[in-house]
């Protein structure tokens, strides 16, 4: 867990010694397919988008958010808040 984007945080548990970055993972293979804005503008298929609609990870503006942010490259993905319309 990056103290930088989570300042006071530590993780509960250390993380797994044989872990195999270079094995595809389900959760991983789902993140990169949805790092193309059309298949997560798919994803919310029948929801209504609220502003600022679908936009980078990077470009994400919260309340009270800490600073610096993170780079496009770091954040990589697209967010967006929507509801049933």
Do not use: C, N
């Not at 029948?46 to 600073?67: F, H």
Request: no cysteine.
């Amino acid at each position: 867990m990056s103290r930088k984007w989570f300042p006071g945080l530590t993780p509960s548990r250390p993380a797994p010694v044989d872990l195999d970055t270079g094995v595809p993972h389900p959760a991983r293979i789902y993140d990169y397919i949805l790092e193309t804005r059309d298949e997560f503008e798919r994803f919310l298929a029948g929801l209504q988008l609220e502003p600022p609609g679908i936009v980078p990870m990077a470009e994400w503006r919260a309340d009270g958010e800490p600073q610096p942010r993170p780079s496009p490259l770091e954040a990589g993905g697209y967010v967006a808040v929507a509801r049933k319309g």
